[in-house]
């Protein structure tokens, strides 16, 4: 099932985010994300979290508009976010689509864009999505087809030990089974030279940040 969370932080995806919501099994609002539902006119099924960053009337327009309201008490061991991907993953989410998860507190910016590779959500694919650019993890084994326009820069960056066997066509500069170290900025600003890119990651996990250019003119 195709699922769309909303938290607080920046949003510029209109657009975007009314796509992927007219495909969506589930549309939860995390908190202050409510915000973003009401300015796009998206009704969530769920608002959920300690409500610290949703006023009173936002909260009234998501009950009126047919949303489920989930409270927490504002002492909790998790973020109103990772308690909208469990929410989501109980549900049966196959895809998740993040909006509004970085932008603000570097440490809130940070722990979202981590919380993905969390064990818990190995059979979630989760895309972060920020303007022009989308944030995904690849994981053991898993190959990623890279679709956007010729010059859009992609950057790989490892976490939780070193990737190996990373293998990359369609770019600018290609890698053939290569292991990069933690820390490396090898990975960094490569460039989309085909209509398609493909990464292939054999064992560890990367995150992959596209950014997509505007169309040019040959």
């Not at 989501?88 to 864009?113: E, I, K, P, Q, Y």
């Not at 972060?128 to 190959?143: A, K, M, N, V, W």
């Not at 460039?191 to 505007?214: D, F, M, N, P, Y």
């Amino acid at each position: 099932m195709k699922t769309v969370i909303f938290a607080g932080g920046t949003f510029t995806d209109r657009r975007k985010a009314q796509e992927l919501c007219r495909q969506a099994g589930l549309i939860i609002a995390a908190d202050g994300g409510i915000g973003h539902c009401r300015n796009v006119q998206i009704s969530p099924h769920v608002l959920l979290g300690d409500l610290d960053s949703a006023s009173a009337e936002l909260v009234d327009w998501a009950e009126k508009s047919g949303a489920t309201l989930l409270r927490y008490p504002k002492d909790k061991d998790k973020t109103d976010l990772e308690l909208a991907l469990d929410l989501a993953r109980s549900h049966g989410a196959t895809t998740v689509s993040l909006f509004g998860v970085l932008g603000g507190r570097w440490d809130m910016s940070l722990a979202n864009l981590l919380l993905p590779a969390a064990p818990t959500y190995a059979d979630l694919q989760i895309t972060l999505y920020d303007g022009p650019t989308s944030i995904d993890l690849l994981r053991s084994g898993d190959r990623l087809e890279v679709s956007a326009t010729r010059g859009s820069r992609v950057s790989l960056i490892p976490i939780n030990g070193q990737a190996e066997g990373v293998t990359l066509t369609g770019f600018k500069y290609p890698l053939t089974d290569h292991t990069i170290p933690p820390g490396s900025t090898l990975g960094i600003s490569n460039v989309l030279v085909a209509a398609t890119g493909s990464i292939v990651i054999r064992k560890g996990q990367l995150i992959c940040i596209l950014t997509e250019t505007k169309a040019t003119r040959d």
